[in-house]
């Protein structure tokens, strides 16, 4: 075994040097090395410092899901899905992603009751498929949020210029000599995530309060809304586009479109994902991470859609504006003024409540990923009067506003996408082999290998279908794709055993879930266009490089390093009165 010596591997060029003529041995001992519930909730956690304190509840979890959820995808992902890729069946699009995004959820839940951590997917993936896995997912589920919450503060100024009766496009600076999509300077934006970053830094509690607060009135204009577009829209908009040139109809691009505009809109649900980021500060997760992750999503998906329809009714699908579609139907219409200012400030709100529940998630991302030694263990420190992870909040915080800054939301939308269903697939994936493989006990070999084979039998469903021309050769392929996955579901589960069964909550209908989970993540990113998957490539490229120039090293040096905390075997002790939840394997 090579010798760690005795400082780190960035504490002088020539240490590095010597690092990096360590890489391979490194990656090889590393890159694949797998931790457990137990280290995730004791040796690890015990980096940060000062514990979390848990004082949320399970209405807590489903305001900030409502909040979280809500607040982007209607107001954000709405009138682009509709207007470039759905029509009026974006109602259609909704419901197929809530269901993707329920399935998904229910392997999130799994995992949080077992493991109630901050680290969501970055720790699923770790105890699971091993560091290298989990630091390219924690790397995307940074970006996502990043870039969402750039998009959703820039939102905000639209609605809040809608509010008042000033077009957005005063609030905004152009600069010529900027390409264009990076060339409106928003400072409006900049100043919302700034004072949000600011309330997450003081207190979780206080912060779930102010989402409740507004979340509370959100919901009152979204009922506004939903009676609003019933009562005064127009049937025939559901059918008849504004421009006669245009495609007809309530699917005006077809099944493909609805699926494209699924695709589009799943950035609305990465709400339901900050919320398992919660769970170590959940007092009693083994009730309320289920009913708030769950619950969340199921409520969410019911009012997406019923505002979908609502939309639709009130303007045709070619007539929306695509950065403010609610507010933008009412322009225009005699004596409806006044209602476009009103669902402008209420969109206003939904957008601070989806702002603060996201930015709760992305910093205990970024603290769990510090703990955890691939990055450096500043973002991992919480606060000891706080109890939140100041330093990452503060660092994702102004990385966020300095996106918003200058970023068009049209630019981030397709890349926030695909980082989700990515991340969303491979959870679904993990809970498979958790439930079927133990470590040194079981082989592995018999799961990874249904896991590959499901998924190539996915994918190429998913290229038939995008990719075949119409008729009776394409559906017979499909129908076989289908057939061939069924029958590969239906063999592992009759010849592999389950090696563990939750204790408190455990998915139903093993492996079925989550195999329709993983069957329609890759469908629907098969929806999305070539460019997204080149940035995806690309970023993905440089997490890669990131990890093998620096967080393989640094995992090196805090494996060894006993200062870190206590081994697995000595638990941190919990706060009083807070029992350990953590899953008997």
């Known amino acids: 075994m090579e010798s760690r010596g005795d400082s780190s591997s960035f504490s002088s060029p020539r240490a590095y040097l010597r690092a990096l003529a360590q890489t391979p041995a490194r990656l090889a001992r590393r890159a694949g090395s797998v931790s457990t519930s137990r280290e995730e909730m004791s040796r690890v956690r015990s980096r940060s410092g000062p514990s979390m304190a848990r ?49 998904s959820a229910f ?46 503060a820039r939102s905000f100024t639209a609605y809040s210029g809608t509010a008042i009766g000033i077009s957005y496009t005063k609030w905004r600076l152009t600069v010529p000599g900027l390409p264009k999509g990076f060339n409106e300077i928003d400072l409006v934006a900049v ?38 577009g019933f009562s005064k829209g127009e049937r025939r908009n559901l059918t008849e586009p504004g421009d006669p040139r245009s495609p007809g109809g309530f699917l005006p691009y077809g099944a493909a479109g609805v699926f494209n505009g699924a695709a589009a809109v799943y950035l609305s649900y990465i709400g339901y994902d900050a919320v398992s980021t919660m769970a170590e500060e959940v007092k009693d997760p083994v009730k309320d ?12 998906t019911v009012l ?32 409806w003024e006044w209602v476009s200012n009103v669902i402008g400030a209420g969109a206003s709100f939904g957008i601070l409540t989806s702002l603060i529940v996201a930015m709760l998630g992305q910093a205990r991302y970024m603290c769990v990923i510090g703990r955890s030694g691939v990055a450096p263990a500043w973002f991992a420190r919480v606060h000891p009067r706080t109890s939140t992870p100041v330093n990452a909040s503060a660092f994702l915080g102004i ?16 890349l926030v996408s695909i980082g989700t269903l990515f991340i969303f697939y491979m959870v679904a994936n993990a809970v498979v082999y958790r439930r079927y493989v133990v470590v040194g ?27 075949a021309p119409p008729g009776k050769p394409k559906y017979f392929m499909l129908a076989s794709c289908a057939l061939v996955a069924l029958m590969v579901a239906q063999l592992f589960h009759f010849t592999v055993p389950q090696a563990r069964r939750p204790e408190f ?27 997204s998957y080149v940035r995806f490539g690309v970023f993905s490229a440089a997490v890669g490089l990131i990890y093998v120039f620096y967080g393989v090293h640094a995992s090196f040096d805090a494996e060894g390093d006993p200062s870190v905390g206590p081994k697995c075997d000595e638990p941190v002790k919990e706060p009083e009165g807070v029992e350990n939840y953590s899953l008997k394997v």
Not at 399 to 414: R, S
Not at 441 to 462: E, G, V
Request: aromatic share 12%; net charge neutral; with cysteine.
């Open 441 to 467: 006990t079981t082989d592995p070999r018999p799961t990874l290998s249904f896991l590959f084979a499901f998924s190539l039998t996915s994918l190429l469903f998913a290229l038939i279908w995008h990719l």
């Open 289 to 300: 991470i289920p009913i708030g992750v769950s619950g969340s999503v199921v409520l969410v």
């Open 304 to 335: 997406y859609c019923l505002m979908a329809v609502s939309m639709s009714m009130l303007l045709p699908y070619d007539m929306i504006n695509v950065e403010a579609p609610f507010a933008g139907a009412f322009r225009g219409k005699g004596g």
């Open 399 to 414: 990385l966020t506003a300095a996106i918003a800054l200058f970023t068009d939301l049209g630019v981030l939308l397709n």
């Open 107 to 152: 392997c999130y839940t799994e995992f949080a009751v077992d493991m109630p951590v901050a680290g969501g997917a970055f720790s699923y993936l770790r105890v699971t498929f091993g560091e290298f896995a989990a630091f390219l997912t924690g790397a995307n589920l940074i970006a996502e949020y990043v870039l969402s919450n750039a998009a959703v």
């Open 55 to 103: 004082t949320l509840r399970w209405f807590d979890l489903v305001g900030l899901g409502i909040g979280g959820m809500v607040g982007a995808g209607v107001f954000v992902t709405t009138g682009k899905a509709s207007r470039q890729c759905a029509g009026p069946a974006v109602v259609l699009s909704y419901a197929i992603a809530g269901i993707c995004a329920l399935l």
């Open 191 to 228: 100043a919302v995530v700034l004072i949000i970053t600011l309330i997450i830094c003081y207190s979780t509690r206080e912060s779930s309060k102010v989402n409740m607060t507004l979340t509370a009135l959100h919901i009152l204009f979204l009922a506004f809304v939903i009676l609003i």
């Open 505 to 531: 909550w455990g998915l139903p209908l093993m492996p079925w879930i989550p195999c329709v989970s993983i069957f329609l993540n890759i469908f629907l990113l098969g929806s999305l266009d070539g460019p």
